[in-house]
């Protein structure tokens, strides 16, 4: 399993938009991801889109993310650029 | 799936600022001392009366909880001569008490207030009299304060009994939620359900108060099932009484044909029985799971789990 910590860095935060990206990209992959704010005892399932919009991660937010599968280290790169993209909305 | 382990028991605490910002609350709080402390922490869903403070018994003092001045406390105040109330009032300067709740019509002493601003203790008008403001905090902070986890999964409630649905993404977890919906049963959580322990009631769980009732389907988009179905196919809360594992069906053929086979997911410390059923063409899971929940009706003897929330 690939845990990373990623900050949620585009300014309107995980909003409907920027969920569905990362649940289509996680959706791609035949690994598990799960997502948890840190230090929150809450787990959540990167390819369910309500899932990833209760997290309401805001700007800021540090989200762990946990993949695990066949498919995990392309998986985990990929939600790591998506991130750091952020989410490809322009800053 | 690892959605159904858990990581031990989270330590809940709420500061005194979500206490009196929170409307669920339900009670009219007004802070009238001590703002700079509002990010104090209550830690126990117990409220203790200040008396013991007073009168100087420190075993038995938790200045972890929420203290209540109501007509005991300043009666005996009241009755002391102005050199013995400020004593007994400078007792609590050696206790970090988070907050002290003063109940309706209750009178405090204005060296109360002038001690709490010194030592940053807020100092909160509750505008409900004392034991109605006790017992609704206390219910509230017993909420609130319950150890909690986030689960991936659907959560119904079929024929009384609280029954939720797990399984890898993909596998039909919110069609199945739907087919029941549909014959009848109550959506309380579709993807995202939040569990927390509450004493004797066992666990309860509930949907995320962002977007409740709604239901991702794919090639659908998001439903919202409360609107489109109408009241009585959702629910608020529900005790949990058993899981049911939706798995990918195994050519290796090792499943339980007689119904004899138990597991059990641990859940904040509560042992939750599991049924896993395999998915294949032409096995109607709703059906399958309406039937797993009759098989625990018979075998309880038709004593359901319904508790008030």
């Not at chain 2, 990581?7 to 700079?36: C, K, N, R, Y």
């Not at chain 2, 008396?51 to 009666?75: F, K």
């Not at chain 2, 899971?285 to 009759?294: P, Y």
């Amino acid at each position: 399993m690939i845990r990373q910590t990623l900050m949620v860095a585009n300014r309107l935060g995980l909003h409907a938009g920027a969920a569905a990206k990362l649940v289509r990209l996680a959706s791609r992959y035949s690994s598990e991801v799960v997502l948890g704010r840190e230090g929150a005892n809450q787990r959540v399932d990167a390819k369910s889109i309500l899932g990833v919009l209760m997290l309401a991660a805001g700007m800021g937010t540090r989200l762990v993310v946990s993949v695990e599968g066949e498919d995990e280290a392309e998986a985990a790169e990929a939600i790591r650029r998506l991130f750091e993209d952020r989410f490809g909305e322009v800053p | 799936m690892n959605d159904s382990t858990t990581t031990g028991d989270p330590g809940s605490t709420l500061t005194v600022g979500e206490l009196l910002s929170d409307p669920a609350l339900e009670l009219d709080l007004e802070l009238l001392q001590g703002h700079e402390a509002i990010s104090n922490r209550i830690r126990s869903p117990r409220l203790q009366n200040l008396g013991m403070a007073l009168v100087g018994s420190s075993e038995e003092v938790h200045p972890d909880r929420v203290q209540v001045i109501s007509g005991a406390e300043a009666g005996y105040l009241e009755s002391l001569g102005a050199e013995d109330r400020v004593r007994a009032i400078e007792r609590l300067e050696k206790y970090d008490i988070c907050c002290i709740v003063v109940t309706q019509g209750v009178e405090i002493p204005g060296e109360l207030l002038t001690l709490a601003s010194g030592r940053w203790i807020p100092v909160i008008r509750s505008g409900a009299p004392g034991d109605v403001s006790i017992e609704t905090i206390a219910r509230y902070l017993e909420r609130r304060l319950a150890p909690r986890i986030t689960i991936h999964g659907g959560l119904l409630e079929i024929f009384g009994l609280g029954v939720v649905i797990l399984g890898p993404s993909g596998i039909g977890k919110s069609e199945c939620a739907l087919d029941l919906v549909l014959k009848g049963h109550r959506l309380i959580a579709d993807d995202y359900i939040e569990i927390t322990r509450r004493g004797e009631q066992g666990l309860i769980g509930e949907g995320g108060k962002a977007l409740p009732h709604h239901m991702e389907l794919r090639g659908l988009g998001i439903i919202d099932i409360r609107e489109m179905f109408g009241v009585s196919a959702t629910g608020a809360a529900q005790a949990i009484d058993f899981i049911v594992r939706l798995e990918r069906w195994r050519s290796d053929g090792a499943y339980d044909r007689l119904g004899l086979e138990r597991a059990g997911v641990e859940w904040l410390g509560v042992i939750v029985p599991v049924i896993d059923l395999p998915v294949a063409p032409g096995r109607n899971i709703a059906t399958l799971v309406e039937v797993a929940a009759r098989i625990v009706l018979l075998q309880r003897g038709h004593k359901t789990n319904l508790v008030q929330v």
